[in-house]
T-cell receptor, first 113, second 111 residues
Framework: DAMVIQNPRYQVTQFGKPVTLSCSQT?????MYWYQQKSSQAPKLLFH???????NEADTPDNFQSRRPNTSFCFLDIRSPGLGDAAMYLC????????????FGPGTRLTVT | GQSLEQPSEVTAVEGAIVQINCTYQ??????LSWYQQHDGGAPTFLSY????GLEETGRFSSFLSRSDSYGYLLLQELQMKDSASYFC????????????FGTGTQLKVEL
């Protein structure tokens, strides 16, 4: 089945220690998104790629970076995680012109100790 | 910018009908989406309104009124498994390929 896969599902990192979260998709969608979601809150868009074009949200901290080496894979790098970065990180995809219907991966729960 | 407001919590009994409202402010948008998210799970797309009026998908229907800056999700024949958070989301005409999510409504279905 076509899907969005995120690894790992749970990640524990230390304060200030860089961490990378990964996302892959078999839907062949042009657009990939990274969201941060904290408990009882809405998903907050960090950035998205339209093909290779990177689009950063104005309020996304510089501490968050992303890479999309090919259509299928996208990575979220947190350079120096703080306690406030503990959250669920969701990857999503959509096809061109269909941003209203996004397909989400299961998420990575990040804990910062 | 855009903002979308939803009631924080709604409670209903199994078998009933419930309506989850969404009011929004935007300078321009192309449609209103609805997503369901169970605790610990990922958001799942439910419905989309590009035009005013009602869209029906099985037990779920969604409504949009652009003149009132208002939409709602209607869930019929409620089941226990419908207990989840529900988010409305706008795609803005000036925002490219992205959505802004509403504040979310936690639906609790009771026996």
């Amino acid at each position: 089945d076509a899907m969005v896969i995120q690894n790992p599902r749970y990640q524990v990192t230390q304060f200030g220690k860089p961490v990378t979260l990964s996302c892959s998709q078999t839907l062949n969608h042009n657009v990939m998104y990274w969201y941060q979601q904290k408990s009882s809150q809405a998903p907050k868009l960090l950035f998205h790629y339209y093909d290779k074009d990177f689009n950063n949200e104005a309020d996304t901290p510089d501490n968050f970076q992303s890479r999309r080496p090919n259509t299928s894979f996208c990575f979220l790098d947190i350079r120096s995680p703080g306690l406030g970065d503990a959250a669920m990180y969701l990857c999503a995809t959509s096809s061109r012109g269909q941003a209203h219907e996004q397909y989400f991966g299961p998420g990575t729960r990040l804990t910062v100790t | 910018g855009q903002s979308l407001e939803q009631p924080s919590e709604v409670t209903a009994v199994e078998g009933a009908i419930v309506q989850i409202n969404c009011t929004y402010q935007t300078s321009g948008f192309y449609g209103l989406s609805w997503y369901q998210q169970h605790d610990g799970g990922a958001p799942t797309f439910l419905s989309y309104n590009a035009l005013d009026g009602l869209e029906e998908t099985g037990r779920f229907s969604s409504f949009l009124s652009r003149s009132d800056s208002y939409g709602y999700l209607l869930l019929q024949e409620l089941q226990m498994k419908d207990s989840a958070s529900y988010f409305c989301a706008l795609g803005s005409t000036g925002g490219g390929n992205k959505l802004t999510f509403g504040t979310g409504t936690q639906l609790k279905v009771e026996l």
